[in-house]
């Protein structure tokens, strides 16, 4: 059996009630590629932690993007309640080799 391609991209996906992390760090040299979201309530996604740089707001039900997200090397997605109501997210995406190995 040969080895899965570079190219290849496994999507996943990562769901979370409330606020916290909701993608983990992927490691050195890797980052998260963002495709889609749905949440049932506004929320933001933010880099490293609850208190890190805002990577887009979301609305209520299904957000897809015109492109991919690009999340900076070895970090990890946090969401927060935009409005102090708990609420779930999903997040579809992948994770990517930055350094082409």
């Known amino acids: 059996m040969s080895a899965t391609p570079n190219y290849w991209k496994k999507l996943d996906v990562s769901n979370?009630?409330?606020?916290?992390e909701l993608i983990a760090t992927p490691g050195a040299n890797r980052r998260i590629v963002l495709i889609a979201v749905t949440c049932s309530v506004a929320m933001?996604?933010?880099?490293?932690?609850t208190s890190g740089d805002v990577i887009c707001h979301l609305g209520a039900g299904?957000?897809?993007?015109?492109s991919p997200i690009y999340v900076s090397a070895n970090t990890?997605?946090?969401a927060e309640d935009i409005h102090g109501t708990a609420g779930n997210v999903t997040a579809f995406h992948y994770t990517e080799c930055i350094d082409g190995v």
């Open 44 to 49: 933001n996604l933010k880099e490293t932690n």
């Open 62 to 66: 299904m957000n897809r993007f015109p």
């Open 16 to 20: 979370l009630a409330a606020d916290g």
């Open 76 to 78: 990890a997605i946090h």
